[in-house]
C-alpha cells in the first residue's frame, strides 16, 4: 500500500501545467508571451493576401508547434498546416489538425512505420520524397495497410533536399503514377535560401528563379498525361514574391505569426527595415542582480533564446539597452549611456532572435492581452525532432 513518502515523491516529480496569471507582472519566468493583438493582425493580414492573390495557404508548424495555433490558422482559411517532422505531425493530428504536408522524407522503417499510422488517422495526409526506392518502400508499407498514400515530390529549388527539378523529377512523377498504393498530389518546392536574402528586389529576383523551375516542372509532369495540382511553397519572406507566380498554387509562410530579429532584417518592399508583420512573439525576464550601475543581470540566457544567430535578443521597450550572454541562465544588460535604467524585480521584455528555435524552448506560450493574461497554450510538440 503507498506510503504518505512514496505519494509526495510521486506528487513532487509530477509535472505542473501552468496556470494563467493575472497580468504581466505575476508571471514566472523567463516565460514565452504571445500579443494577441499583433498575433490576430499578422493572420489577418496574411490570409486576406492570399484570398486576393487566389492561393491557398498551408502555414508552416515548425514555427509555433502549438496545435491551438494551429487550429486558429485553419479556422481564418488556411486549408491546413506543414510539418517538418513525423512526430511534429503526430501532435498537430492528436490536436484536431488536418489538411497535413511533411516536408521531409519518410526515410527508414520507423518513420514509414509512423507515417501509416498518421495516414490512417488523417488520410488526407501528404508525405514529401525525392528518391525512387522511398516511394516503393511506401508503396509496399501502404499496399500492406491497405491505404493509399499521398505523395508530393519534394524538388531541390534550394540548397537542402529534393529531386533536381525538370527531367528527374518527372520521372519520378512517372513511377509514382504506375505503383497502386501511392497517388501524386503535388510539388513541394520550398526555396529555404530566398526567405532571408537581403533587401526586396534582390529576395524578389532569387525566389522567382527558383519557383519558375518548380512551375516548369509541373507543366512537364503534366505533359506526359499526370495529374499534378499541387505547387506549394514560398516563406515569410517571399509571401508577396511567389503568391503573383503563375502555377504556385500555395503558400506555406511560419514565421509572420510571431516575427523575430532576424526577419526585421531582411529589408521590406517599402525600405530598409521589414514592417510587413508586427512582432508578436516575446521572451519575458526578470532584472535578478544589479553589480553595478551600469550593469543588470536578467534572468534568460543561452537556456532562453535562440542562439544560431550572430546577434542578441533586443530589449522591447528600453531604447540604447542592450543585452549580452551571460552564460546558461543570464544575460548582461548595459547602456549606451549612463546607467542601466532598471532595478531589482523589474519585468525586461525582449524581441527574440530566430523565433522557431526560440519556441521549442517553452512548454507553453502566455497569450497576452495588454497586460492580461488571456490564455496559457501549449507547445505540445516541442521537442519533437524525430
Not at 513518502?5 to 496556470?19: D, S, V
Not at 487550429?71 to 503526430?90: H, P, Q, T
Not at 537542402?160 to 525538370?166: F, Q
Not at 534572468?299 to 542592450?322: I, R, W, Y
Amino acid at each position: 500500500m503507498p506510503t504518505r513518502r512514496t505519494f509526495l515523491a510521486a506528487a513532487a516529480a509530477a509535472p505542473i501545467a501552468p496556470k494563467a496569471a493575472g497580468t504581466r507582472g505575476e508571471l514566472p519566468t523567463p516565460a514565452l508571451l504571445l500579443d494577441l493583438d499583433a498575433f490576430n493582425a499578422n493572420l489577418d493580414k496574411m490570409a486576406a493576401h492570399l484570398k486576393k492573390q487566389g492561393r491557398a495557404f498551408r502555414p508552416h508548424a515548425k514555427t509555433h508547434k502549438c496545435p491551438e495555433i494551429a487550429r486558429r490558422l485553419l479556422k481564418a482559411g488556411a486549408v491546413g498546416a506543414c510539418a517538418a517532422k513525423i512526430s511534429e505531425a503526430e501532435a498537430l493530428a492528436a490536436g484536431g489538425v488536418t489538411g497535413l504536408l511533411l516536408t521531409s522524407a519518410m526515410i527508414g522503417r520507423d518513420r514509414i512505420r509512423r507515417a501509416i499510422g498518421l495516414a490512417r488517422r488523417r488520410p488526407e495526409t501528404m508525405f514529401s520524397v525525392d528518391d525512387a526506392r522511398n516511394v516503393r518502400d511506401l508503396n509496399d508499407a501502404a499496399g500492406a495497410a491497405r491505404l493509399k498514400l499521398n505523395l508530393a515530390i519534394d524538388l531541390l529549388v534550394g540548397n537542402r533536399t529534393g529531386i533536381e527539378p525538370g527531367a528527374p523529377a518527372a520521372e519520378l512523377a512517372r513511377l509514382i503514377a504506375k505503383l497502386p498504393n501511392v497517388k501524386l498530389a503535388g510539388l513541394q518546392a520550398y526555396a529555404n535560401n530566398a526567405a532571408h536574402v537581403i533587401g526586396f528586389e534582390a529576395r524578389r529576383s532569387f525566389s522567382r528563379a527558383a519557383m519558375a523551375r518548380a512551375v516548369e516542372t509541373r507543366r512537364l509532369i503534366e505533359k506526359s498525361g499526370i495529374a499534378c495540382p499541387l505547387v506549394t511553397g514560398g516563406s515569410t519572406g517571399t509571401y508577396n514574391i511567389d503568391s503573383q507566380i503563375d502555377g504556385v498554387t500555395e503558400l506555406q509562410p511560419g514565421s509572420f505569426i510571431f516575427m523575430d530579429i532576424d526577419y526585421n532584417r531582411i529589408g521590406g518592399a517599402d525600405g530598409a527595415v521589414y514592417r510587413d508583420f508586427r512582432n508578436a512573439l516575446t521572451v519575458l525576464t526578470t532584472v535578478i542582480s544589479k553589480p553595478s550601475k551600469d550593469a543588470a543581470i536578467v534572468d534568460g540566457g543561452f537556456k532562453s533564446f535562440s542562439t544560431d544567430k550572430p546577434f542578441p535578443p533586443e530589449t522591447k521597450n528600453l531604447a540604447g539597452v542592450t543585452y549580452a550572454w551571460a552564460g546558461d541562465e543570464h544575460g548582461k544588460l548595459t547602456a549606451a549611456q549612463g546607467p542601466v535604467p532598471v532595478e531589482l524585480g523589474d519585468r525586461v521584455e525582449f524581441i527574440v532572435p530566430h523565433c522557431d528555435p526560440t519556441v521549442n524552448l517553452y512548454d507553453s506560450i502566455y497569450v497576452m492581452k495588454g497586460e492580461a493574461v488571456e490564455a496559457v497554450w501549449p507547445i505540445t510538440a516541442r521537442g519533437k525532432s524525430q
